[in-house]
């Protein structure tokens, strides 16, 4: 298992493991599960209110739409960065499998550091299935994904 070595100003050496693709894509994958439920549900609400306000008033139907788009915009790019930030640099699968987020110096990420780095799973995701993160982690030393590079 790799580590990553961090001395401290008071020349200790800190260890942290590092996650490896493994890993990193089983807590993807409990996450993602979670937001498929979440999602299924907006669905769920979406086609009833949408069926209702359109029945009723065209453009309150088309309203619904627009709230519902940015729901699951939101629900998409907004749920690793709301839950890092809030949960110590992890999200519900993070959590699950021991992982944290962390800064290359050690310490907890940022609001912005999380925000900044999920903001960039839009490219990493290119052109599909995750494969710019995937080549960015087996390439680097430290398993990093462009995210983790543009949040330190």
């Known amino acids: 298992m ?12 800190l260890e942290f493991p590092l996650a490896g693709i493994g890993s990193r894509f089983l807590a993807l994958a409990l996450d993602t599960l979670i937001q498929l439920a979440v999602a299924l549900l907006l669905v769920l609400v979406g086609v009833l209110a949408f069926a209702g306000a359109s029945s009723t008033a065209p453009r309150q139907g088309m309203w619904v739409l627009a709230v519902y788009i940015l729901l699951a915009f939101l629900l998409q790019f907004g749920y690793f960065a709301v839950f890092e930030a809030i ?7 993070k959590r699950r499998m021991h992982l944290r987020v962390i800064k290359d110096d050690g310490r907890p990420i940022t609001t912005y550091d999380s925000v900044a780095r ?3 799973r839009i490219v990493d995701n290119l052109p599909g299935f995750y494969a710019v993160g995937i080549i960015s ?5 430290q398993n990093k994904r462009l995210g983790d590079y543009l949040a330190g």
């Open 137 to 141: 982690m087996l390439i680097s030393s």
């Open 118 to 120: 999920n903001l960039l």
């Open 2 to 13: 790799e580590h990553l070595t961090i001395e401290t100003p008071e020349q200790v050496p």
């Open 87 to 93: 949960g110590n640099g992890q999200t519900p699968g």
